[in-house]
């Protein structure tokens, strides 16, 4: 074995209690990041919890404005009001700020980063970096690597969304209808405006003018500027779906160049952080139950689009969590 | 009141005891169909139940050669073994035969039918009618009264489809997979290859040479045929969602006339058998958890589509045992 004289990091890690801020953990000690330190931020409510790294209990402290006072690299997945406030004063404190909400992510002076596909851009940051939508995470996965090879025009998207992408109170709310239902008591509804259990919400996100929400015009705005592909067109639907952990997106996407199964599936079995399980024959094709914890995204259901000249159809899964947001987080640390 | 001299109707429901064969009880008691005598048949394993039509038990006899003798109205719902062994013998004795299975769907000699979108077809049977597959039923209900008006070119469409589509059956395994969850147990699959509960399952029916299921090619096959437009183009992923009752389907649509999302929404509150369910601002949409028991379909999230040019994009949730089956089959008969 070798020594290797490895820079050291000052590590702050805001809503740490959250379903994104828990994996954040689970990942910088799962890939043997290189922490000299690491701190936990929540709200006011989370005070007084922990969280923990290797087997270490590290006390949640409210986050302030001296917080990050020696922090190198500060994880954020704590939504936009605290982004908004908290990012540039992490960054002015000399720390690198990667942010997990959407806050930045439309701003030309931020890079907003999916490692696999356009690390560079991390290296143009002023200080902030911001983690693109989980959603958009997990199908561009497999639509930029074939975009790569046969140019995509646009695609139809409809995606299977976990609850836990709403985060900790979801799952519970989740949780909480299941029981509910089995003792045949009314669902209460809290964290989504309609009970989910046993039901699909085709809304995720607020609503925009123009009929689509926030959440589905993201893959096109998004996809646009981490693909640096200003043409991309994107119409999707976002529905949550009663499943705990792990996004799924059935994508129809439309190609400049003629496409066939065989050389997209090459394509897609090369393509970093994707894992191609696609034998029908056997009933193998990604799924959230068997997705969810694993770091890469998985695509099947290949075929020849019936309603497109250049197109193919397919199916991606990932767990959103992990390359949706904690994983994808700490892979733009590692770049840097 | 006027007395009216309707003919009666002596009716057999082959497949009585599985999810849509109850439910065409249902509907015969809920719509006042005239009714002389009604028997219901099962498989060997069902002989011995009942039935249960205006509070009265009918015994479940096992189906026979000779079980159509003075029927006049045979509604099936037990598969394609038992529709295309036992609907030649009911037509023969004399029965008018609708069936919900796909058996005889594609034969050019027998009417496939949804009575709101090309009833006179009915009047062309020579004694077969069929039903047509419920994911597609409900999302023709909205495509269709668009088509009238703007003729559709192609529709890319992904399902959220009920366990209830895959009969009594799928209905237990998903109570029984929710229940081993609770318990942390794990789940028996049997039914479906995987798990359903907490999960999705990019497949349902099986797979073709293509890549598509079957399932997935019918909502173009079958749509041409009722639409009477052979060159409908269709792509669609069916998946099978942990919900009980209702499909429902989120459709990007691209027509041939320019479209406007205000002429598409009176155009669709017009329509026969459909509910315009469409106020975001309300949270007002479709959703399965409202829709079921219900006998129209609903569409809401009307939105023009930003990646066609006359394009939109829509959500369509329906009862699939109802209008997907059981009711739409009920109204072919009272069509005759």
């Known amino acids: 074995m070798r020594l290797r004289m490895t820079k050291l990091y000052h590590i702050a890690v805001v809503g740490a209690t959250g379903a994104v801020g828990v994996e954040m953990f689970r990942v910088l000690e799962r890939r043997g990041f290189p922490v000299a330190s690491i701190r936990a931020f929540g709200s006011k409510r989370s005070a007084g919890k922990s969280a923990v790294f290797h087997d270490e209990k590290i006390p949640v402290a409210e986050l302030g404005r001296e917080s990050f006072r020696g922090i190198d690299l500060a994880l954020f997945s704590a939504g936009t009001t605290v982004a908004r406030e908290f990012a540039p004063i992490a960054r002015d404190a000399g720390a690198i700020v990667i942010d997990n909400s959407s806050t930045f992510r439309m701003d030309p002076e931020v890079p907003l980063v999916i490692p696999e596909i356009n690390g560079d851009d991390a290296k143009l940051h002023r200080g902030i970096i911001a983690n693109p939508n989980c959603t958009t995470a997990v199908a561009l996965m497999a639509i930029y690597p074939l975009h790569r090879v046969f140019t995509v025009k646009r695609v139809f998207a409809a995606s299977y969304q976990a609850v836990s992408g709403s985060g900790a109170r979801a799952i519970a709310e989740l949780e909480q209808q299941v029981r509910a239902a089995a003792e045949s008591q009314p669902a209460r509804a809290e964290v989504?405006?309609?009970?989910?259990?046993?039901?699909?919400?085709?809304?995720?996100?607020?609503?925009?003018?123009?009929?689509?929400?926030?959440?589905?015009?993201?893959?096109?705005?998004?996809?646009?500027?981490?693909?640096?592909?200003?043409?991309?067109?994107?119409?999707?639907?976002?529905?949550?779906?009663?499943?705990?952990?792990?996004?799924?997106?059935?994508?129809?996407?439309?190609?400049?160049?003629?496409?066939?199964?065989?050389?997209?599936?090459?394509?897609?079995?090369?393509?970093?952080?994707?894992?191609?399980?696609?034998?029908?024959?056997r009933n193998r094709y990604p799924m959230p139950l068997h997705v969810a914890g694993k770091d890469n995204c998985e695509v099947g259901r290949v075929r020849r689009d019936c309603a497109f000249e250049n197109g193919l159809a397919f199916w991606v899964s990932g767990d959103q969590l992990l390359k949706g947001a904690a994983l994808n987080a700490v892979q733009i640390a590692e770049l840097l």
């Open 192 to 281: 989504y405006p309609h009970p989910i259990a046993f039901n699909v919400l085709p809304q995720v996100d607020a609503f925009l003018e123009s009929g689509y929400t926030k959440e589905e015009m993201k893959m096109q705005n998004e996809g646009r500027r981490i693909m640096h592909h200003p043409e991309f067109c994107a119409s999707v639907t976002c529905v949550r779906v009663p499943v705990y952990r792990a996004h799924s997106v059935a994508v129809s996407a439309e190609f400049a160049e003629p496409i066939s199964v065989e050389r997209a599936r090459e394509v897609l079995a090369k393509a970093p952080g994707l894992e191609l399980v696609d034998e029908p024959a």
